[in-house]
């Protein structure tokens, strides 16, 4: 599901990039997708799904490369400051780089919530 639009010289194509760092912020971003609570919806996104490339250089030999008509907004999600996304200066100009930043209370949501399933599921085995 890349979107490659060629010929479009008199208007700017967006594309749109999300990386999440670890599966919690996957499942809650799927969740938000689905429920269309996002400014972008699924598919929008490169390839059409949430993707997991967290380093700059591998994201950039594997979608920069490419001919794209616009420039891609890169929202990455995770949960450290401290996580470097280095892009070549020959590709800078084609992207915008949006880091969220996560509570690590959400991550404790998820694990609460995924703990409660699997002890409903064990009371009904027994």
Known sequence: MLKLERGTKNRMVKYTACICEGGAETV?????????????SKEDLLEGEILKSRK????????????FAGKITVYRILDSRRENFKISKAYQ?????VNVITAPEIEMLII???????IKNVDVEN
Do not use: P, T
């Open 28 to 40: 809650i971003l799927n969740l938000l997708l689905e429920q269309n609570k996002l400014i972008f």
């Open 93 to 97: 100009h084609k992207v915008e780089v």
């Open 56 to 67: 700059g250089k591998d994201f950039e030999m594997r979608y920069l490369k490419k001919d």
């Open 112 to 118: 609460c919530n995924e703990a409660s399933c699997i």
